[in-house]
T-cell receptor, first 113, second 114 residues
Framework: GESVGLHLPTLSVQEGDNSIINCAYS??????FIWYKQESGKGPQFIID?????DKRQGQRVTVLLNKTVKHLSLQIAATQPGDSAVYFC????????????FGRGTSLIVHP | KAGVTQTPRYLIKTRGQQVTLSCSPI?????VSWYQQTPGQGLQFLFE???????NKGNFPGRFSGRQFSNSRSEMNVSTLELGDSALYLC?????????????FGPGTRLTVT
């Protein structure tokens, strides 16, 4: 089956820097994408989502960009803080009317104070 | 508002046994989905229940089953446990059926099969 993957397994940044986490998806029929944050010992936490009819969506300190041409999704975190250290997952869903999510493997973000 | 709760948080079972995990969704949420998370396979969808009916099912063997009660609480059962069933089992709740909306995850149940 088709899958969602991440380019980098680990990303290390300094506090205050901007972070960019990337995700490639292969199912061009997916129409809804979600980013989750998972801290150690906790379940995934919804961060932001985007539908395929948009190419950018902003939240508080986070921005998701969707490039359907190259099937690429990214999460930008502005002014990264130590509390942002976690594993970040992208998920795709909505293909053929099914909203069962397919998750990427995750990127570990490490923020150094 | 209380979040999604899962019990127990940790469980150790022996191969061949069966196990039942419990999930209480956020009050008012009618959809509960279950996921398996392992280092090798990542996060994978097991099944979704909405109004006591299974609405979606992932690609897992029949040893994995679930149910939902009238108060939306859900249980999942794994029979004839195998070593490969060791994983973090997560449930997530949402107001509506899986339809592209936000899901809220619980902390998970860590199952170890020996």
């Amino acid at each position: 089956g088709e899958s969602v993957g991440l380019h980098l397994p680990t990303l290390s940044v300094q506090e205050g820097d901007n972070s960019i986490i990337n995700c490639a998806y292969s199912n061009s029929a997916s129409d809804y994408f979600i980013w989750y944050k998972q801290e150690s010992g906790k379940g995934p936490q919804f961060i932001i989502d985007i539908r395929s009819n948009m190419d950018k969506r902003q939240g508080q300190r986070v921005t998701v960009l969707l490039n359907k041409t190259v099937k690429h999704l990214s999460l930008q975190i502005a002014a990264t803080q130590p509390g942002d250290s976690a594993v970040y997952f992208c998920a795709e869903t909505g293909s053929g009317g099914s909203y069962i999510p397919t998750f990427g493997r995750g990127t570990s973000l490490i923020v150094h104070p | 508002k209380a979040g999604v709760t899962q019990t127990p948080r940790y469980l150790i079972k022996t191969r061949g046994q069966q196990v039942t995990l419990s999930c209480s969704p956020i009050s008012g949420h009618r959809s509960v989905s279950w996921y398996q998370q392992t280092p090798g396979q990542g996060l994978q969808f097991l099944f979704e229940y909405f109004s006591e009916t299974q609405r979606n099912k992932g690609n897992f063997p029949g040893r994995f089953s679930g149910r939902q009660f009238s108060n939306s609480r859900s249980e999942m059962n794994v029979s004839t446990l195998e070593l490969g069933d060791s994983a973090l089992y997560l449930c997530a709740s949402s107001l509506r059926e899986l339809s592209g909306g936000e899901q809220y995850f619980g902390p998970g149940t860590r199952l170890t099969v020996t």
